[in-house]
């Protein structure tokens, strides 16, 4: 069968989804309406009606084996969406629902005097409503029902949460040991340019990169991506060792450093996309809490491992065992894109095309571009005092090199500490809280560590400093993969990887520059009057309507 479900109502009930062309919604039922929902469409009509669920019924959806039982029930939910959209008078995408204790769903608030019930059998389904409470002809405002739909029912599959996070953790503490290794076997076959040759050779291709790899997971889809460019991680780092092992050149480490750059870039915007598949609402902040918070760690680990492999080894060992690594990664991705399914066909223009996308979607959407901004600003007002600037102070005040140590160490225990707590309350704190208050208390710290006159002063300073960090960090990313368009997640969570790794060189050439005429303290502390523009562009991304499910489509069945 073409064209859409044939769904049929009560007499007198006309057709469901009305208020979506512009005619009166279905009226409340006197007692219980029955609707017949016919399953039995064709593939693009299913893929239509699919674009109408919310991620926690796409998701389940995706992990049905059976294709027939999947396209019955994607059918049958977007059905049901469209005749409860005509009673509600809203649209088929924005009908939300939780789902109790037993899996049977029910609406909440407003809504919650409404009741239905959807059964299935075969190419046929069965959508019983009642209302129990008849309305008193009372006038909603659109904005009083969109501010009910901002608090959505909350999802979140813990388990390949975790399997992701840790993959990922995992990933980046081998990047830091493959990062040592390369650097230090450099040193010995060519100095310092050999280090800096190594370092670009990486760094420029993975930045490249990142944007074609947006493009192309939302062209093929997270599980995609991800899955050959870590297949093809291992098979580059033991063809690596290989050739190491029996060689003293200098130009093969070039060569894995390129490897290494592209394939990176190309899988880093997949774990956004997927980390916005396996939770949704309240519960992505405390996932992005938990992600943040391991990311943080990894280094520790991954530096002193990279450095004992080296001393005790040599470059070949190091890179077997990040090729180890990388197949324990592959495992668990296996199991976290399990049931993610390639998106449909956009017919738009080429990949390379839509990789340079990126900017103009940030433009055309305000509050993603606003909160972009947000983050790229603080970015970038932080680089240069930590890495530049603090150094230089600790030496003039003559510290010693310890309160570098201190600083530094103290900043990342607040930054690990609010990111542990993020995972269990990020959820309880308002928004603006996460992503404005802590902004402001963020670049006014930086600010003011310019001018602590104490290392105790400084440190404890850069500890709030850290713990803001850590609470806004998670808030930022997590309002921008809500903002983001779901069938371009993928090049829009690259462009915000492009400015996590592009604000540090030019943070520290720019303020560097500032310093030579001003000094360093003034610099440092316009640095902080700089992050304010963070908090205001958060401000302004906030005052921009937040998205709802109708962001995600615009589909009439």
Aim: with cysteine; aromatic share 6%; hydrophobic share 50%.
């Amino acid at each position: 069968m073409t064209g859409p479900p044939d769904i049929h109502g009560p007499p007198g009930t006309g057709p469901p989804g009305a208020q979506a062309r512009g005619r009166p919604r279905l009226e409340p039922p006197p007692g219980v309406d029955v609707w017949h929902l016919g399953l039995d469409v064709d593939g693009d009509t299913a893929e239509r009606m699919k674009k109408l669920l919310d991620r926690r019924e796409r998701l389940r959806a995706d992990r049905m084996r059976d294709a027939a039982a999947a396209r019955s029930y994607v059918v049958a939910h977007g059905a049901a969406r469209t005749v409860l959209g005509g009673y509600l008078g809203i649209a088929a995408y924005a009908v939300d629902w939780s789902v109790g204790r037993h899996g049977k769903p029910a609406f909440d608030g407003a809504w919650s005097t409404w009741q239905w019930s959807l059964s299935r059998s075969g190419r046929h389904a069965l959508l019983a409503v009642r209302l129990t409470e008849p309305r008193c002809g009372s006038v909603r405002s659109s904005t009083d029902r969109q501010a009910e739909l901002m608090h959505t029912s909350s999802f979140i599959d813990w388990r390949r949460v975790a399997v992701l996070v840790t993959g990922n953790a995992l990933s980046l503490a081998r990047d830091f040991v493959l990062l040592v290794a390369l650097g230090w076997t450099a040193v010995q076959r060519g100095g310092t340019a050999a280090v800096t040759t190594v370092v670009l050779a990486q760094t420029v291709p993975r930045a490249v990169m990142l944007t074609i790899g947006g493009a192309a997971v939302d062209d093929r889809g997270p599980r995609f991506v991800v899955l050959r460019s870590t297949a093809a991680r291992v098979v580059a780092l033991v063809a690596g060792a290989a050739v190491v092992m029996t060689t003293d050149s200098f130009w093969p480490l070039v060569v894995i450093a390129v490897l290494e750059g592209v394939l990176l870039g190309l899988s880093s915007p997949a774990t956004g996309a997927m980390m916005a598949m396996l939770a949704t609402g309240d519960q992505l902040v405390r996932a992005n809490s938990l992600y943040g918070t391991m990311l943080r760690a990894a280094p520790i680990v991954g530096a002193p491992v990279g450095a004992w492999l080296i001393a005790i080894g040599g470059l070949w060992q190091s890179m077997l065992v990040t090729a180890a690594v990388c197949v324990v990664l592959f495992a668990g991705l296996l199991y976290v894109t399990s049931g993610m399914t390639r998106p449909s066909p956009t017919g738009e223009e080429n990949l390379l095309r839509r990789s340079r996308a990126g900017f103009q979607l940030l433009a055309q959407d305000r509050r993603l571009g606003w909160l972009f901004v947000s983050a790229f600003c603080l970015d970038l007002a932080f680089a240069w005092p930590l890495e530049v600037a603090l150094p230089l102070r600790v030496a003039n005040q003559g510290w010693g090199v310890g309160a570098v140590g201190v600083v530094v160490a103290t900043f990342s225990t607040g930054a690990l500490a609010a990111g542990a707590l993020g995972v269990l309350l990020a959820h309880r704190i308002p928004l603006r809280v996460r992503l404005v208050a802590s902004g402001l208390v963020m670049a006014v710290g930086v600010g003011a560590m310019a001018v602590m006159p104490t290392t105790v002063a400084l440190a404890s300073v850069a500890f709030v400093v850290g713990a803001m960090c850590g609470l806004n960090g998670p808030a930022v990313i997590t309002a921008y993969q809500q903002a983001a368009p779901p069938a371009r997640i993928g090049i829009a969570m690259a462009m915000i990887a492009l400015s996590a790794v592009g604000t540090a060189p030019i943070s520290i050439a720019f303020f560097s520059a500032i310093s030579l005429l001003i000094g360093v303290p003034a610099t440092w502390v316009l640095c902080g009057v700089a992050a304010l523009a963070g908090p205001f562009a958060a401000v302004r991304a906030l005052r921009r309507p937040a998205p709802v499910e109708s962001r995600e489509v615009a589909v009439a069945v």
